[in-house]
């Protein structure tokens, strides 16, 4: 028994992103799926929730698809092959292919979460991850804030006497 997948107007374009797969993937790729009516929107977590220069974070997104056949992390609001950041196809034959906008300081964790390291004020903005699954692709969006560290008193230490009259 095989479920039929119905092409659908909007389809995304896989094409890009196919070329040098096990014919496998791109076969699945490059069908059409039709996303379900009611589409749950996936929540993407930052950890730590208030990232600092020169620090790291990891954007996961909560209860993603267990078995799902891709996952596709933009540094935008809209997937647009310009700011890919990363595409990762999972076992039996992971694969992950860096895109234009890869720095060499993300990978990829468990669940399609995206791990960046060194982060930079310009990393500010929006980072968007399609999760392709057998059922319906999820599209969410988050938005980033870097912030500079709070500053703290580093002075040496030294001896406070205190006297009460």
């Known amino acids: ?37 009611a589409q749950t929107p996936v929540t993407i977590v930052l ?9 790291g974070v990891s954007l996961a997104p909560k209860n993603p698809p267990q078995r799902f056949l891709s996952c596709i992390w933009y540094r935008s609001v809209t997937a647009d092959e310009n700011s890919r950041i990363l595409t990762y196809f999972p076992p039996p034959n992971p694969i992950q292919q860096n895109g234009s906008a890869h720095t060499g300081r993300e990978t990829l964790g468990p669940g399609c979460a995206l791990n960046m390291a060194g982060l930079m004020l310009n990393y500010t ?6 999760i392709a699954s057998r059922t319906n692709p999820i599209l969410s969006t988050v938005v980033l804030h870097v912030r500079n560290p709070v500053s703290t008193n580093h002075s040496d230490p030294s001896t406070v006497t205190l006297a009460c009259e």
């Open 47 to 55: 950890t730590p929730p208030s990232p600092v220069v020169g620090g």
């Open 125 to 130: 903005g929006n980072y968007t991850v399609l």
């Open 1 to 37: 028994h095989r479920s039929p997948i119905v092409p659908h107007r909007s389809c995304f374009a896989w094409g890009d992103y196919l070329s040098g797969l096990p014919t496998p993937a791109a076969s699945v790729l490059g069908s059409c799926l039709q996303p379900a009516p």
